[in-house]
């Protein structure tokens, strides 16, 4: 059973940076493509950002794409999500995700979730 732990969430201001972790357990990291996803107040989940298991260049979402960076480190069965230039707007808890095969932007393909972490980007 793969078990994820989300940290490194909190409080920053417009512009400033965070790098939410994710730690991955229960079965071998490098058979899983690693995705986060985010979900606002009042707003459905949302795909942010995934890498596949080979560390090779993630996939974003079109409004993070050139501020944030998806990493993966297979020493610490880790995937980071460095999040820069914050804005107000992405304010939400932050959900990583895997999959036991090719990395995707759809949840519906991830089989297994962590319990999230609370970013707040305060204007």
């Known amino acids: 059973q793969v078990q994820l732990v989300e940290s490194g969430g909190g409080l920053a201001q417009a512009g400033a940076s965070l790098r939410p972790a994710c730690a991955f357990s229960?079965?071998?990291?490098?058979?899983?493509?690693m995705g986060w996803f985010r979900q606002a107040p009042g707003k459905e989940r949302e795909f942010v950002a995934a890498?596949?298991?080979?560390?090779?260049?993630?996939i974003y979402a079109d409004n993070v794409k050139g501020r944030f960076t998806v990493s993966r480190d297979h020493a610490k069965n880790t995937v980071y999500l460095q999040m820069n230039s914050l804005q107000p707007g992405a304010t939400a808890v932050y959900y990583c995700?895997?999959?036991?095969?090719?990395?995707?932007?759809?949840?519906?393909?991830?089989?297994?979730w962590g319990q999230g972490t609370q970013v707040t980007v305060s204007s």
């Open positions: 229960g079965r071998s990291f490098s058979s899983y493509a």
């Open positions: 890498v596949g298991w080979n560390s090779g260049s993630g």
């Open positions: 995700a895997a999959r036991n095969g090719v990395v995707r932007q759809d949840q519906q393909a991830y089989e297994y």
